[in-house]
């Protein structure tokens, strides 16, 4: 089985109003496969419908905050793929304070309740692999604003492919 890792953050106040959740650049020999995303709030007991989409995008990257990829299998080395703010090749991290000027194409539009959350776990055919060496990343994103800001958590697990 690939090596898999967890890449994401809880208890974040968003910075923005629309705001890329996690960011995940496959690196220039380090490719990864989409295997789970999950996003959720606490900061208000008031229920309404939050949009979420998967998407890629093409430099310029958002500006992240770092995150370092936690390892679901401790036996295995650190992650290839880094925690860095820039968004760059090989890098990852959550809670964009920027989102850079770089085209997103939507893969998945979807839609939650702010009060259940969001869990999207791809069947084996649905999952996306972004190969190594390419020129997109890939984001969980808020496309529009939450009713709050405040108390977010939210993930992505992946595994590594050459």
Known sequence: MSREYNVGAGGLTLANQAVTLVWINPGLTQGFEV?????????????AQQRIQTNTQVTAFPTVVSATPAKTKFGDPASNITGNTTGAAGTCGVNASAEGAGGKTIINNDTFNNLNGYLWVPTPRETLVLGAGIASGFGLHVPVAPGTLTNWQMGVTYGETG
């Open 35 to 47: 295997l789970r995303c999950w996003a959720g709030q606490t900061g208000t007991n008031t229920s």
